[in-house]
C-alpha cells in the first residue's frame, strides 16, 4: 500500500500544543502504523497479517498515474492508498490461499501459439460478525482495452457464515491469439515505459450493501510463446579460403570456418534471439 506523506500537519515535537507542516515517507510510514494500532484496538485478537489483510484490501486504488491520463498500476501502488475509516468499518478477511499473500501475481506467463492457459487461485474469506454475509465477485481490469486475451471465471457471489470462513476459486485464463506483441525484444527496448506495458492487473473486488468494498489486487505478465524450428536442410559450410567473407571472422582471424542455418519462427508473435556458438 501507500499512504500521504506530502504536507502532512502533525504536533510539533518539543513545543506543546503547537502543529507543524512537513512532507516525508516518514509520515506514510506513521500513518500506515497508526491505523494498524486502531485496529488491533478494534479487534484485539487479530494477528499482524490479519491486520495487514484489513488494511491492504479496504485501500483506496482510485490512485492516478503522475501524469493523470490513468489508474497506476500495481506495480506503482499495490493495493492502494491506506483508508483508515474503511479498514476500520471493514468485517472480511481476504487474502490469497495459495500463498497466503494479499495480492495475486501470476508471473510471467508463456502461452502457446493459437492455444490458452487457465491459472487457478482460491481467495481466503473470513466473516468477523455474528451473523452471515453475502458479497458479491467481480473483476476489475486497469486500462480494460488491453485485457482483450484475459477472461475470468469466478463465482457472482459467495455466502460466508456467522464467523467462519470459506474459500472461493478464481480462475484466469489467457487466450494468446489475442495476446499484443511483446514490446522488448532486444536490450535497447528494456525501459520503465515498455515493462509498464506489459503489466496487465486489476483488482478482484468483494462488495456487500452497507460494508466497504474489500479487494485484492491481481497482475500477470503474458506472451506468446515462440515455436522456433531448426531447419536441418539448411546446414552449411563456409570456409574464407574459398573467398567467404565475415565481418566477425575477419575481425578476429585471417583464416576461419562459418557454419550457417535457418530457423523459421512458426508462432504469430515476432520474437528475436541471441544465439551463441557452443564449443566442444
Do not use: C
Not at 82 to 110: P, Y
Not at 156 to 167: H, N, P, Q
Not at 179 to 186: D, E, K, Q, R
Not at 203 to 209: A, C, G, R, V
Request: proline share 3%; aromatic share 8%.
Amino acid at each position: 500500500v501507500i499512504a500521504q506523506a506530502k504536507d502532512i500537519t502533525a504536533a510539533a515535537v518539543g513545543s506543546g500544543e503547537a502543529t507543524a507542516t512537513a512532507q516525508g515517507s516518514i509520515y506514510a510510514a506513521a500513518h500506515a502504523a497508526a491505523t494498524a494500532a486502531v485496529l488491533k484496538a478494534q479487534h484485539p485478537k487479530l494477528t499482524g497479517v490479519e491486520l495487514k489483510a484489513l488494511i491492504n484490501t479496504t485501500a483506496n486504488a482510485e490512485v492516478m498515474t503522475p501524469d493523470g491520463g490513468a489508474q497506476a498500476e500495481v506495480s506503482w501502488i499495490g493495493h492502494g492508498a491506506v483508508d483508515a475509516s474503511s479498514a476500520q468499518k471493514s468485517v472480511l478477511l481476504v487474502w490469497d490461499a495459495d500463498t497466503n499473500q494479499t495480492g495475486i501475481n501470476f508471473g510471467l506467463q508463456e502461452v502457446p501459439a493459437n492455444q490458452s492457459t487457465t491459472l487457478t487461485r482460491h481467495i481466503y474469506l473470513r466473516n468477523l460478525t455474528d451473523k452471515a454475509l453475502t458479497y458479491k465477485i467481480s473483476v476489475n481490469a486497469n486500462q480494460p482495452e488491453r485485457h482483450k486475451a484475459l477472461s475470468w471465471q469466478h463465482a457472482s457471489s459467495v455466502t460466508i457464515d456467522a464467523g467462519r470462513s470459506t474459500l472461493v476459486p478464481v480462475s484466469l485464463t489467457i487466450d494468446s491469439a489475442l495476446l499484443a506483441n511483446w514490446p522488448m525484444l532486444t536490450g535497447d527496448d528494456y525501459s520503465a515505459e515498455k515493462w509498464r506495458e506489459t503489466e496487465l492487473d486489476g483488482y478482484i473486488q468483494l462488495s456487500s450493501e452497507g460494508l466497504p468494498t474489500s479487494q485484492l489486487a491481481w497482475q500477470v505478465r503474458a506472451r506468446t510463446k515462440a515455436d522456433i524450428q531448426k531447419n536441418y536442410s539448411s546446414f552449411d559450410e563456409f570456409l574464407s579460403l574459398d573467398g567467404y567473407r565475415s565481418t566477425i571472422g575477419a575481425k578476429y582471424f585471417e583464416n576461419y570456418k562459418v557454419l550457417a542455418q535457418d530457423f523459421k519462427n512458426t508462432s504469430d508473435k515476432t520474437v528475436e534471439y541471441a544465439v551463441y556458438p557452443t564449443l566442444r
